[in-house]
């Protein structure tokens, strides 16, 4: 068997935390991914999955080649990219992870991104911010958009590129249509934003925490009306219900278009959260990740970031 292909079989199976899914992520049936796994295992003369009936994780010794395995496949893929590329015209894909909070920020930078190197293909990724910290230490994704005060909560170095600051918006039906689109409404404290009824993320998400935090500095403890783990239902509850929602200035300005909607600043306590671009410190960065790393430091994209994120520019 080739020795890459049985790699990305070992690896799959981490990403997937399942064999099912794993074996279709590989086009493979289930029982030819458990031979290839056992196969390893012959090699290595150790076991590296805890056998169960369903995934269950790896031994200690599995985690060692497993770490190896994500090592080889990283250098692979740096290797086919410089192999593709030419030094002013980087290829080949960057995986990029983002916070749901994030994604309307991380769609304008692979637009401008992919516009301005049409070889590189990001590939973009809704991903809770455990999630993203996962697939930084095992190498799974390039590049994070996510909350930089997380960083020293596992045992991996990363470094951070702070692109915009988070301010929280409550997002209300307007009380008449804005033909001019989303209005901003006058500051409202955390306090009476929570007597309202609200649809927040669910609480598995790093923006609730930071949400349920404020809610408790102003002395409220919050049992949202609807929970979601979707960016998509928060405003769209919001249109079609008599429910408000707690939104972060990036997805609020992605729905300026709606005149029914108007977002009020929350103030008491004045809640700012850094966001920034992040990657695995010890891991050889490809000529396309050092493109899209070059972009994420330039003053124009970063103004361009801050304008429509963590500010709500009428």
Not at 83 to 106: E, N
Request: proline letters at 7%.
């Amino acid at each position: 068997m080739n020795l890459l292909s049985s790699l990305r079989y070992l690896v799959a199976p981490n990403e997937h935390r399942h064999f099912g899914r794993a074996a279709r992520a590989c086009h493979i049936t289930q029982p030819a991914l458990s031979n290839a796994l056992r196969a390893l295992e012959a090699e290595f003369q150790v076991v590296i999955v805890k056998r169960d009936r369903a995934f269950a994780g790896f031994t200690p010794e599995g985690e060692r080649v497993l770490a190896s395995a994500q090592r080889m496949l990283h250098e692979h893929a740096i290797l086919q990219q410089e192999l593709g590329s030419q030094t002013d015209l980087p290829q080949g894909v960057v995986r990029i992870g983002a916070v749901p909070t994030a994604m309307p920020i991380v769609a304008r930078f692979v637009a401008l991104l992919q516009a301005r190197h049409p070889g590189i293909r990001p590939a973009v990724l809704s991903m809770s911010s455990n999630e993203l910290e996962q697939g930084l230490a095992d190498l799974s994704i390039d590049l994070a958009l996510g909350y930089t005060d997380r960083m020293g909560l596992r045992d991996t170095r990363l470094v951070a590129w702070p692109q915009y600051t988070e301010h929280y918006f409550l997002l209300r039906r307007a009380a008449e249509l804005h033909p001019q689109g989303l209005q901003r409404g006058p500051s409202i404290s955390w306090q009476a934003a929570g007597s309202l009824p609200l649809c927040l993320l669910t609480p598995d998400m790093y923006n609730r925490t930071i949400v349920d935090a404020a809610f408790a500095t102003a002395g409220m403890w919050v049992q949202p009306a609807i929970e979601t783990n979707s960016i998509l239902t928060l405003a769209h509850s919001v249109l079609a219900g008599s429910v408000c929602s707690v939104m972060p200035g990036a997805l609020v300005g992605a729905v300026r278009a709606y005149g029914e909607l108007e977002a009020l600043p929350l103030v008491s306590p004045e809640v700012q959260t850094p966001i920034g671009f992040m990657s695995h410190a010890a891991a050889r960065p490809s000529r396309a990740l050092q493109a899209a790393l070059t972009l994420a430091q330039e003053p124009a994209w970063l103004q361009q970031a801050s304008t429509h994120s963590g500010l709500l520019v009428p």
